[in-house]
């Protein structure tokens, strides 16, 4: 629709994404909000929910599991800095519990490998998932107590005016989106069993 736009996509952790929207190497970025926790203009995308995921088979049926069940798993987990980890902590805290991960994670795809291949469970964003889920790789389940999730949001540097092309990509990416999470492309909760 837009053929003088031109897009390059990199992928990065958190740190060096928003490293390079304030060094204006990039234009918009995709960060774990909520939107307040940067000096950016940043747009609330959606709300993703952060599940165990376990090998098939390994425990007992059940859509949901309490962080005092999790905490006595073989765990792989990204380090503290990393937000599903910090999600998980928190009510891990609020439970009076802690988590000691067998093996320490930083790379998403390492991460769902161990799970898949049944050396252990870890923690991720159902979206991130849903498609392993839905072929009976791997299972979800909902952590309890409370609310696990994390907040996406799109961001631009606010040192910067936004150009035309900024903007368009923006709205786009935005209906997207939104097109995504009507038709179920896009998944952002577990849903019950």
Same mark, same amino acid.
């Given at each position: 629709?837009?053929?003088?736009?031109?897009?390059?996509?990199?992928?990065?952790?958190?740190?060096?994404?928003?490293?390079?929207?304030?060094?204006?190497?990039?234009?918009?970025?995709?960060?774990?909000?909520?939107?307040?926790?940067?000096?950016?203009?940043?747009?609330?995308?959606?709300?993703?929910?952060?599940?165990?995921?376990?090998?098939?088979?390994?425990?007992?049926?059940?859509?949901?599991?309490?962080?005092?069940?999790?905490?006595?798993?073989?765990?792989?987990?990204?380090? *503290?800095?990393?937000?599903?980890?910090?999600?998980?902590?928190? +009510?891990? %805290?609020? $439970?009076?519990? /802690?988590?000691?991960?067998?093996?320490?994670?930083?790379?998403?795809?390492?991460?769902?490998?161990?799970?898949?291949?049944?050396?252990?469970?870890?923690?991720?964003?159902?979206?991130?998932?849903?498609?392993?889920?839905?072929?009976?790789?791997?299972?979800?389940? *909902?952590?309890?107590?409370?609310?696990?999730?994390?907040?996406? +949001?799109? %961001?631009? $540097?606010?040192? /910067?005016?936004?150009?035309?092309?900024?903007?368009?990509?923006?709205?786009?990416?935005?209906?997207?989106?939104?097109?995504?999470?009507?038709?179920?492309?896009?998944?952002?909760?577990?849903?019950?069993?």
């Amino acid at each position: 629709n837009y053929p003088g736009i031109s897009l390059h996509v990199k992928e990065a952790y958190s740190v060096n994404l928003i490293e390079w929207l304030q060094s204006g190497e990039i234009d918009l970025c995709f960060l774990y909000g909520p939107s307040t926790a940067y000096q950016f203009h940043s747009i609330d995308v959606v709300t993703d929910e952060v599940v165990l995921i376990s090998p098939p088979g390994q425990l007992r049926p059940k859509d949901s599991i309490h962080v005092q069940e999790i905490v006595k798993l073989p765990m792989a987990l990204p380090n *503290r800095p990393f937000g599903p980890r910090l999600i998980v902590d928190k +009510i891990c %805290s609020t $439970s009076g519990v /802690r988590m000691k991960p067998k093996f320490t994670v930083d790379s998403f795809g390492i991460a769902v490998a161990i799970v898949t291949a049944g050396l252990c469970h870890g923690i991720m964003p159902i979206s991130s998932v849903m498609n392993l889920a839905e072929r009976g790789k791997l299972e979800a389940r *909902r952590i309890l107590p409370g609310k696990a999730e994390r907040q996406l +949001i799109l %961001s631009r $540097s606010s040192m /910067r005016p936004p150009t035309r092309a900024m903007a368009t990509v923006q709205e786009t990416t935005c209906q997207l989106i939104s097109n995504m999470l009507v038709d179920g492309r896009w998944c952002t909760k577990r849903a019950a069993v």
